[in-house]
């Protein structure tokens, strides 16, 4: 790619940012918007919307960023939860590590790989259009040229900085986590263990097993229990009643005619009925057979072997999680409940045969799924390269001989293209964690989250760097040896496309998030046809599944091309930047908190800034070989080994933490709880906060007002 070429994308992208800024600041002051751009405060606020007219809201306005840009951490903690602290810390954290990467790689490195002569020995600046990215590579600067020495330098100081800011991240968030346990109000997850695989001796019911066992082993800090049981067919009948509530609330808001038809074939033959009739009726006979079944569900027959066993302190949990409670270390499994709305009841539905079978389709269908996103990848290496594209369609060499055309396909379009089919990904993640036998939606989240992040640094990193066969890439790694020398050559040469990358699914991505294009879309169809459900209406609850990997991928990219293409540097800084304060204003206004891990999505910052490191390391051993200059890469080969080094001490100083609490910490809370009025409440609550949402008590009502009481769904604990 020439830098015309980048200059056009960048254009083009700048662009859209701009007309999204624009649009987004007008259309989200209109009143009838709210709920679009700002759903959290529609659904905390909703009695307080003023539709009064004012020219002001047809002006565009930075007012956003203002207010996006003043709430403190602790405002944001208190607002939006640890989760949300924890992904804006990584914003930061990368905003440091490319402030000070950007400063060594412009002033420092760029200049040295432009003045060089490998590649071209053209420096006059009335030729800066017209020539290649890799003019402003390492690949441009001389075989065994001492100005290589730079590089290396330049390697162990970014590396040593790096280091000592994910130790400052890691210490600052793990005492923030602590602070944020001792600052929290009690809660049933903090007293609750799960408890799986219980054996039921003849004549005896799992619930009366669960009952004498914790009562005889844990006679001083046992509370309670609460069984779990199978309720997948009780759910799809609440399904089916949910959906048919909804058909009646549409058809009580149109006209009296459209709600008659003829109950013969498509509804063109046969007598009239009235659907509201209609409708009720079938209402009532669901609920006749959801109160059947729960009564069925409550006896023994449908129990499953897992119970939420509750305790007397924080303390007394801990130690039933840690320590094994049977002689048979295959039954009595404990583990921590996750918080009573976090939990995956369809988790209990399955058996322990279907959930192993499921895990090892999912495996089979994540390398199926991994290898055939090749293809669009392939095609995208194709647009990339015009010499290929002009082989594969001949007749379009008239096209392509226009620069413009060219450019906008070279630079603009391959990494359009692949963020489109990289969009459909985060959902399928979804689906393949929540078969996994997961039993929270937030470990569903975590785990959706790290599949994605690794199937996107091999798809859209490797698979566009080695740009080869499936076959190839698996050969490339199968031979140790070569891995360094291969990626010394291969990485450098897409350069461009990465840079074209960060620009296009970078830049517009951000700006497309704030301007939800598709919310936005729906809000006006369902305005047009008059549909406005607020009893619908639910606050969408951050992705973290798809844009923690995509944060984490742009650093990859940093990192990895540091001093290898510095001049990707500029580029990605403004993402960071941009991604700060676009975010800050979804948290305070879209998203609101699904569920709390504690902030245990860290670690998985961590583990990929450690893996870019290394790899960064393993590319400069190949570069500098390939340089002809082997010093420097021997000299190298201590830096990943420290690395790993740091990691392992990061690994044992910090991580426990992030998978539990310390005794210190939960004899210190339970102390601090007996002055506290509410725990009696909370202790004697603890039996009935899980229960399963499909045993709740459902009632269908008919209205007594056919337009404005619809039918109510009622549900009590």
């Known amino acids: 790619m020439i830098v015309s070429a980048l200059f056009t994308s960048v254009g083009i992208n700048l662009g859209l940012c701009f007309l999204f800024f624009t649009l987004y600041s007008i259309l989200g002051k209109q009143p009838k918007n709210v709920p679009v751009y700002a759903p959290r405060l529609f659904h905390e606020r909703q009695s307080q919307q003023r539709d009064d007219f004012s020219f002001e809201r047809l002006l565009p306005s930075p007012g956003w960023l203002k207010r996006a840009w003043q709430p403190t951490e602790d405002e944001l903690l208190s607002d939006s939860g640890f989760d949300a602290v924890v992904f804006m810390r990584i914003f930061i954290f990368s905003l440091r590590v490319f402030t000070f990467a950007g400063i060594i790689g412009i002033l420092v490195l ?13 420096h006059d600046i009335s ?6 990215l890799d003019s402003f590579s390492i690949s441009n600067v001389n075989d065994g040229s001492n100005w290589l020495w730079v590089h290396f330098c330049a390697a162990y100081i970014f590396t040593g900085f790096v280091c000592y800011l994910l130790y400052y991240e890691y210490n600052y968030i793990s005492l923030k986590r602590i602070s944020y346990f001792y600052s929290s109000k009690p809660q049933p997850h903090q007293f609750t263990i799960l408890v799986r695989s219980i054996p039921a001796p003849p004549g005896s019911s799992f619930s009366e097993t669960v009952d004498n066992f914790f009562t005889e082993y844990h006679p001083s800090t046992y509370l309670s229990h609460s069984m779990v049981r199978r309720t997948s067919k009780l759910r799809s009948l609440i399904d089916d009643g949910e959906k048919l509530y909804k058909r009646l609330t549409h058809l009580k808001s149109t006209s009296s005619q459209q709600r008659y038809r003829r109950d013969g074939f498509l509804g063109l033959f046969g007598r009239k009925v009235d659907m509201v009739d209609h409708y009720e009726k079938k209402l009532e006979e669901l609920e006749d057979k959801v109160r059947l079944k729960q009564s069925q569900s409550a006896l023994a027959v449908e129990e499953v072997p897992a119970a939420f066993v509750s305790f007397k302190s924080r303390f007394g949990a801990a130690i039933a999680v840690h320590i094994q409670q049977g002689i048979n270390p295959t039954q009595w499994v404990t583990e921590r409940a996750p918080e009573p709305k976090d939990v995956y009841w369809p988790f209990f539905s399955a058996s322990f045969i279907k959930r192993w079978i499921l895990k090892l389709v999912v495996v089979v269908a994540y390398i199926a799924l991994t290898i055939l996103f090749l293809i669009p990848v392939v095609f995208v290496q194709g647009l990339a390269n015009l010499d290929q594209l002009e082989t594969w369609f001949p007749f379009l060499k008239g096209i392509l001989s226009i620069a413009f055309i060219s450019q906008v396909i070279t630079g603009y379009l391959p990494s359009l293209i692949l963020q489109l089919f990289l969009s459909v990904v985060p959902p399928i993640m979804i689906l393949f964690s929540s078969m996994q036998g997961y039993i929270s939606i937030s470990q569903i989240e975590k785990s959706a989250c790290t599949k994605m992040l690794w199937f996107t640094v091999w798809n859209i990193f490797f698979a566009n760097v080695l740009s080869g066969s499936a076959l190839y890439m698996v050969n490339v790694f199968l031979e140790p040896k070569k891995i360094p020398s291969v990626l010394a050559e291969a990485v450098p040469a897409q350069a461009s496309f990465f840079i074209s990358y960060v620009v296009t699914s970078g830049w517009t991505s951000l700006s497309s998030e704030l301007f939800r294009l598709i919310p936005l879309v729906c809000s006006f169809i369902k305005g047009l046809f008059g549909r406005k459900d607020m009893d619908d209406f639910e606050v969408p609850s951050v992705p973290y599944h798809s844009e923690i990997p995509r944060i984490l991928f742009f650093g990859l990219l940093g990192v990895t091309y540091f001093f290898l293409a510095p001049l990707i540097l500029p580029f990605i800084l ?8 676009i975010y800050r204003n979804q948290l305070l206004n879209v998203y609101a908190p699904k569920f709390e891990t504690g902030g ?28 002809k200059l082997p010093l420097a890469s021997s000299l190298i080969i201590p830096l990943p080994v ?3 080094l740091f990691n392992e001490y990061c690994r ?5 933490i992030f998978k539990a609490y310390p005794t ?3 004899i210190k809370k339970d102390r601090e709880d007996l002055n506290d009025p509410s725990i009696p409440e909370l202790l004697e609550n603890l039996d009935t906060a899980y229960h399963d949402p499909a045993l709740m008590p459902v009632q269908y009502s008919r209205s ?4 404005n009481s619809p039918l109510l769904r009622a549900a009590e604990v």
């Open 574 to 581: 403004v993402y960071f930047c941009m991604g700060y304060i």
């Open 110 to 122: 760029l200049p040295i790989n432009y003045l060089g002569n490998q590649l071209t020995a053209d």
């Open 652 to 656: 044992k100083r910090f991580l426990p």
């Open 664 to 666: 210190e910490c939960l």
């Open 642 to 644: 420290l690395t790993l």
């Open 127 to 132: 030729h800066l259009p017209y020539k290649t």
């Open 600 to 627: 245990k999505f860290w670690p998985i910052a961590h583990n990929s800034t450690i893996f870019s490191l290394v790899l960064m390391h393993v590319i400069a051993i190949g570069i500098f070989g390939l340089k």
């Open 704 to 707: 007594t007002d056919g337009h």
